[in-house]
């Protein structure tokens, strides 16, 4: 018996994601790009930043950022990191540079005082 409450996963979600911005569904699309931030993971995040970009979905792409900058070492330490397409790997490595000189300035900033 069919209740009103679909079974999502993340390929779904993403298939959706491509009707979604095929067909001009906002309200779905939307939907969709909440669930895909809601199940991010280490494993998941750079497929995930893959498809948000793909499908020009802005609010996810910015969650997915997010979740990339506070789990960056994790990221960088993975399987997967090196088989990334160059413009994501750039992406992260630039992330990961900016993120060395932030802690590196703050750290020099406090030895001085």
Not at 11 to 28: K, M
Not at 78 to 84: A, V
Not at 90 to 96: M, P, S, T, Y
Request: some cysteine; overall charge negative.
């Amino acid at each position: 018996m069919y209740l009103g409450q679909p079974v999502l996963n993340e390929e779904l979600a993403i298939n959706l994601l491509e009707f979604a911005e095929r067909y001009l569904i906002d309200e779905l699309k939307m939907s969709c790009e909440n669930y895909l931030a809601s199940i991010l993971t280490v494993n998941n995040c750079l497929r995930i930043f893959e498809t948000a970009g793909f499908y020009e979905a802005t609010s996810l792409k910015k969650k997915v950022v997010l979740f990339l900058v506070s789990h960056l070492k994790e990221i960088t330490e993975g399987k997967d990191f090196e088989n990334l397409p160059k413009e994501t790997y750039v992406f992260l490595k630039r992330i990961q540079w900016n993120e060395k000189l932030i802690f590196d300035n703050s750290f020099a900033e406090s030895m001085d005082s």
